[in-house]
């Protein structure tokens, strides 16, 4: 009896080393699945950043093409309109 009492502690104590020894690996595991996880965020903020700043430059550069775009349409306009004033002009002077 007293052997089996001795026995059974010693497995309890076995199976309770087991135990903490896992636990501690487990820790180490968190521990570095915690630094992974980390450093992924890092690299994944440095991509959405820079990806955010070449959108950014992409757009100034969109619309700096539009305003000159614009620009040489309203200055096209304007000369439509003063060609049109000038023919009218003409029009005006022969009808009299």
Same mark, same amino acid.
């Given at each position: ?13 076995? !199976?309770?080393? $087991?135990?903490?020894? !896992? =636990?501690? +690996? $487990?820790? !180490?595991?968190?521990? =570095? ?19 955010? =700043? +070449? ?6 550069? !969109? ?13 096209a306009a304007a000369r439509v ?11 005006? +002077?022969?009808?009299?």
């Amino acid at each position: 009896m007293q052997k089996t009492l001795e026995e059974a502690r010693k497995a309890d104590e076995r !199976q309770l080393r $087991n135990m903490r020894e !896992q =636990e501690k +690996k $487990n820790e !180490q595991a968190a521990r =570095e699945q915690a630094k992974q996880d980390a450093e992924a965020a890092r690299e994944q903020a440095k991509r959405d950043a820079e990806a955010a =700043e +070449k959108a950014a430059k992409d757009a100034a550069r !969109q619309a700096e093409i539009d305003r000159k775009r614009q620009k040489a349409i309203d200055e096209a306009a304007a000369r439509v309109k003063a060609a049109e004033s000038a023919y009218q002009s003409e029009l005006a +002077k022969k009808g009299k």
